[in-house]
């Protein structure tokens, strides 16, 4: 008996103690108002808070709102990459099947040129593929069109190897022979 008397009772607040003077019951469900939202009454717990604990309830009401709008962020965010991704898989398709044709053609009477189109389509800038294609066989070589290079000579048959090996991503299956044609 005589512990238990031995200490003095604590006077004022105490740290680590939940008090139950913070917990405030509910007039409409009884229970402490953090546990309305669990009831089906909520509606009627929430009218009863507004009038008799507007602070509490506004506090109620912020942080709803707030969860919310963090939700609704989230969303978007995902949203947004899913649509950044979507946009890339679009812009490949809207470029066609990726395919290099390479064609001779007549030049005057007795020469040819070389024809190349769909360089595009790996995303090769022209203008450089071009450029690439006339100090590689030491001859004339321009951007004709809007996916199209036209080499002056009959350089097609290395263009195999030399497409292959300047942009390793384009296999020779996706390299077409269009043979000789008429321009
Ligand atoms: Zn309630």
């Given at each position: 008996?005589?512990?238990?008397?031995?200490?003095?009772?604590?006077?004022?607040?105490?740290?680590?103690?939940?008090?139950p003077m913070n917990v405030v019951y509910c007039g409409e469900c009884t229970m402490p108002t953090e546990y309305c939202e669990y009831f089906p009454n909520y509606e009627k717990c929430k009218v009863w808070l507004e009038k008799n604990m507007p602070d509490m309830f506004?506090?109620l009401?912020?942080?709803?709102?707030?969860?919310?709008?963090?939700?609704?962020?989230?969303?978007?965010?995902?949203?947004?990459?899913?649509?950044?991704?979507?946009?890339?898989?679009?812009?490949?398709?809207?470029?066609?099947?990726?395919?290099?044709?390479?064609?001779?053609?007549?030049?005057?009477?007795?020469?040819?040129?070389?024809?190349?189109?769909?360089?595009?389509?790996?995303?090769?800038?022209?203008?450089?593929?071009?450029?690439?294609?006339?100090?590689?066989?030491?001859?004339?070589?321009?951007?004709?069109?809007?996916?199209?290079?036209?080499?002056?000579?009959?350089?097609?048959?290395?263009?195999?190897?030399?497409?292959?090996?300047?942009?390793?991503?384009?296999?020779?299956?996706?390299?077409?022979?269009?043979?000789?044609?008429?321009?």
């Amino acid at each position: 008996m005589a512990s238990d008397v031995q200490a003095p009772l604590p006077i004022g607040p105490q740290p680590k103690v939940n008090y139950p003077m913070n917990v405030v019951y509910c007039g409409e469900c009884t229970m402490p108002t953090e546990y309305c939202e669990y009831f089906p009454n909520y509606e009627k717990c929430k009218v009863w808070l507004e009038k008799n604990m507007p602070d509490m309830f506004a506090k109620l009401g912020v942080a709803s709102e707030e969860g919310a709008g963090e939700g609704d962020t989230d969303e978007k965010k995902k949203r947004q990459t899913r649509g950044g991704k979507g946009q890339v898989k679009t812009k490949k398709k809207a470029m066609g099947p990726q395919k290099v044709c390479l064609s001779t053609a007549p030049r005057g009477k007795k020469k040819s040129v070389t024809v190349i189109t769909g360089l595009r389509t790996f995303d090769i800038d022209l203008k450089v593929a071009a450029k690439f294609f006339g100090q590689r066989f030491a001859c004339g070589s321009s951007v004709t069109g809007d996916d199209e290079i036209v080499i002056q000579g009959d350089v097609k048959d290395d263009l195999w190897d030399v497409i292959t090996e300047k942009w390793p991503e384009i296999d020779d299956d996706l390299i077409e022979d269009l043979g000789h044609q008429k321009r």
